[in-house]
């Protein structure tokens, strides 16, 4: 069974950055795609970025130039490096990890595997 564990997380005034990471464990081999969502009460769970297995990333357009996500193979480890930060980027993140297909992509029904998230707070 995978486990997702994200941290990281915290407050930063606009401008800002953080730096989230994903812990996994149990098995994520390297052909495996990850994923950052995340989500605020009153909006749906909002893809952010993902990696494939051979390192080929897609980003939302909310996020494309500020935030960039990477992976550690060897330490089973997810990234999402956060720059930049506006007050719309307040929300939590979760980590996310799939196995049924080759290619990432943004939608949330790929994924079968979740962390419990992570809270980011950005204050204007």
């Known amino acids: 069974q995978v486990q997702l564990v994200e941290s990281g997380g915290g407050s930063v005034q606009a401008g800002g950055s953080l730096r989230l990471s994903c812990a996994a464990s149990g098995y994520i081999g390297s052909n495996r795609y990850m994923a950052w969502f995340r989500q605020t009460p009153s909006k749906e769970r909002e893809g952010v970025a993902c990696?494939?297995?051979?390192?080929?990333?897609t980003y939302s357009d909310s996020v494309k130039g500020r935030f960039t996500i990477s992976r550690d193979n060897g330490k089973a480890s997810l990234y999402l490096q956060m720059n930049s930060l506006k007050p719309e980027d307040t929300a939590k993140y979760y980590c996310a990890a799939g196995t049924r297909f080759w290619v990432c992509n943004l939608a949330a029904e790929i994924y079968n595997y979740w962390g419990n998230g992570t809270q980011v707070t950005v204050s204007s």
């Open positions: 990696i494939s297995g051979g390192a080929t990333t």
